[in-house]
Nanobody
Framework: QVHLAESGGGLVQAGGSLRLSCAAS????????MGWFRQAPGKEREFVAS????????NYADSVKGRFTISRDNAKNTVYLRMTSLKPEDTAVYYC?????????????????????WGQGTQVTVSS
């Protein structure tokens, strides 16, 4: 069982930057693959970025490639999403997700059904 808590959201102007954090409870954070998803009003939840147990495994939605960077600090049980060059269309509630995986896994999962645990979300609003 893992509990996830996102932070770092807020209001930012277009072109600005934010860094989201997701703190996870539990002692085996390093065995969890992590992901970020977002949901805008009236739209379905969509994949943003993910990172596998192996930190070299990352995956990004095309819409954020080159602008967003996912990273993890296993010593702090935290995964981050660095967002730059933000656009109004990035406005959404951002959710952190986790799934337990094998230590040798090289997967960075991109589908919401592949994750077992979810945070409550943090609002990101980008003004034009």
């Amino acid at each position: 069982q893992v509990h996830l808590a996102e932070s770092g959201g807020g209001l930012v102007q277009a072109g600005g930057s934010l860094r989201l954090s997701c703190a996870a409870s539990g002692r085996t954070f390093s065995n969890y693959a992590m992901g970020w998803f977002r949901q805008a009003p009236g739209k379905e939840r969509e994949f943003v970025a993910s990172i596998g147990v192996s930190v070299s495994s990352t995956n990004y939605a095309d819409s954020v490639k080159g602008r967003f960077t996912i990273s993890r600090d296993n010593a702090k049980n935290t995964v981050y999403l660095r967002m730059t060059s933000l656009k109004p269309e990035d406005t959404a509630v951002y959710y952190c997700a986790a799934r337990q995986d094998q230590y040798y896994s090289n997967e960075a999962y991109s589908a919401s059904y592949q994750y077992n645990y979810w945070g409550q979300g943090t609002q990101v609003t980008v003004s034009s």
